[in-house]
Each structure stands twice: as C-alpha cells, then as structure tokens.
C-alpha cells in the first residue's frame, strides 16, 4: 500500500511539472525553433501555456469517468506512457506546431488528478480522506516549485534536457505504477462510460443533481479563482511595489510552495482533528481574507517574506472541502466527482490570470485614478468573501 501511495504522489507531482517545468527555457525554445523576436516568443508561450490548461479542463473528468468504468490502473499507466513518449517528441520537435502538439497531448496526460484523487478516496477511511487529499496537495505544490527549479536548472544543459529529464522520470514512474499500484475499482462496481456526462459541462450537471453538491462545487470554484491571484500577478506585484528582482520574487513563490506543501501534508491532519472538516475550511479562508487585506495595501517587501508562512494556511481550504464532497458521492462516482473540480480548478487557471491581470493594468497605469498595484487582491478578497458565505450556507449539515 506505500508504494501504491508513493507511485500516486510521485504521478500528482510529475503532472504539476509539466505546467512549470517549460517556463525558464520558453524564450529560448521557441526562437529556437520559431525565429523572430522575444515579443513574438512571448505571444506563442501563452498560446503553448494556454493549451495546457485548457486540456485539462476538457480532459479532467473524461479521464476521472474512464477511471470510474475501467478502473484506476489503466488511466494512469496509460497516461503515465503516453506522457513519456509526449515529452520525447517535444526534446525532438524542429517547429512550433510540434511543441503545440506536444503541449495538447501533455495537457490531456497531465489530467489524471482526477484519477489519483479517486484513488486516494477509494483507499482512505472517512476520517482519513482530508489528510489524504493533503498529502496530494502537498505532492501538488512540490511540483509547481519543482517544474520550475529543474526546468531552469536543467536549461543550462540546453533547451531540451528538461525534455528529456521529464520523460525519464514519468518513464520510471511507469515502471514503479505497473509493478506496485494494484486496482480498487472491483469489477462489480464500475458504472458505464457515458460521453455525455464525461465532458466537463455534463459531469457538472450531473452531480449538481445530487444533494449538496452544486453549492459547494460552486464554492471550490470560487476558492480556486481568488488563490490563483498569487501565480497570476505576483511576479508583477512584487516588481511594481517592492522593486524585487526575478531571483528574490522566484525565492519568495519557491517558498509560498514549500510552506503550502507543509500545511497539506502535515497541519491538515491536527486541524481537521481539532476543528473538523468544515472548520477547517472556514479557518482557510480566515487566514486567506487577512492575507488578501494585507497585501492589496501592503508596502513592504520584508513583511511580505513574513506573511507567505501565515497565507499559506489558506490551504486548509482545498483538502478539507474535497474531502467533504468525496463523502457526499458515492464510490462509483469518484472519479467523476474528482474530473469536475480538476476541470473546475483548470478554468481558474484560464480565468484568473486573465482577470487579475486586467485589474493590475488598470491601476498601474500611468492614467489610473488611483495606483494601487494591489488592487488584484481586493478582488480576491471579495470572491473570498463570497465563496465562505456560499460555504456557511451551504455547509451546514457538514461537521
């Protein structure tokens, strides 16, 4: 069983990789193999960013329903080699179609949250689910601060060795899964595969029929919107209003991950000890209001530094709630509970880069009635705001 645990944290962290692992040799990749100038890279490097995301979000619960009909172990050995292949391809890709290409099938690929999410559902007791779900949240967090480091560390070699470093170790990791991992979906448990409700639309729509579930579907949604303020704006925040360098705003996002990585793997589990699940959702998004309020106002970079540990905290938020609805779903719908709040975390990384950065540029300009570059946080502690009285709303038949 821990090695079937270490197999689904190592598979969680190599998919939040591939977000980051690209972004330090981007520039150089893409004239590379493009041509032009760094403005031109940067137009094709948020299309290539784009269509990650994207697949995703279209492929998080069709995964999770391939999962809940076939069974966990094929969806991610699957993937696992399919990933490995995707990223030779991209060490060897001579043109910006082919990188395109490879970003889509990674995207796809990378999608099996959703499955490792049911895994840890179908392994965990009741009471063990939220420390659980930390466990893949922390897992989670150490690879968006590992894409980056060895993406930029391994660039040094050239633009495609992190290609290649990827590919081995999914590679690895497929040798690990297909020795180790052993299947818990029985065969007398699996419901159908259904296209219509394997979409994000449709498996939304579906569990919206269930008791409970929309409002808090709803909640998540808003929860991730306004945490994602911090990848979308801080390296411009911290530079408009501290003067930081890049290698002080990559120290400081470094450590945001690692503190968050610590609160999911280890505080979750005496915190919903101690508060309950619902407790520790409302106090997740105590600490994130604070830290919203502080910041949209805040005028040193020191007390920033500081403040990371303490915001951090706000990661209770996303263990404790999952858990909450992965009780209100039964087991065959696991897979497709956990499709829809990957699909639904996805579209935040869509929408609030986006948004956030529209309200950064309005106060930053020179024009701006009032120049506030933390301006973006306001709007964060309002969806905040909502999401906790959506929750209390909503949550209150949770203990």
Partial sequence: M??????????VGIDAMGIGLILPIMPALITEVQGGTLSDAALWGGVLSASFAVMQFLFGPVLGNLSDAYGR????????????????????????????LGRIVGGITAA????????????????????????????LGLGFV?????????????????????????????????????????????????????????????LGRLPGIRP???????????????????????????DWSPQMIGVSLGLYG?????????????????????GAVIAGFGFE??????????????????????TALGALVQPAITAILSRRVDASRQGELQGVMASLHALSMILSPLGMGVVFAAFTREAAPIHLPGAPFLVALVLMLFALVLFLRAGRSVT
């Fill in 258 to 278: 690692i503190s968050m990585a610590l609160v999911q793997g280890v505080l979750i589990r005496p915190a919903t000890s101690w508060l309950g699940e619902r």
């Fill in 2 to 11: 821990r090695l079937s645990l270490a197999f689904i944290l190592i598979t």
């Fill in 112 to 139: 099996t949250h959703s499955t490792a999410g049911a895994y840890m559902a179908d392994i965990s007791a009741p009471e063990e689910k939220a420390a659980r779900f930390g466990l893949l949240g922390a897992a």
């Fill in 289 to 310: 209001a604070v830290a919203f309020a502080i910041l949209s106002v805040l005028a040193s970079g020191t007390i920033a530094l500081i403040l990371i540990p303490v």
């Fill in 216 to 242: 808090l579907l709803s909640v998540y949604f808003l929860y991730s919107v306004a945490v994602y303020v911090y990848p979308a704006i801080w390296a411009y925040f911290t530079a408009a209003r501290f």
């Fill in 73 to 100: 172990r094929p969806v991610l050995l699957v993937s696992l080699a399919v990933m490995t292949l995707d990223y030779l391809v991209m060490a060897l890709a001579g043109s910006i179609w082919l990188l395109l």
């Fill in 146 to 206: 590992a894409g980056p480091v060895l993406g930029g560390l391994l660039g040094e070699l050239g633009t495609r060795a992190p290609f290649y470093a990827a590919a081995l170790l999914a590679g690895l990791n497929f040798l690990l899964g297909f020795f180790v991992m052993r299947e818990t979906v029985p065969a007398d448990g699996r419901r159908p595969f259904q296209w219509r409700q394997a979409g994000p639309l449709g498996a939304f729509r579906a």
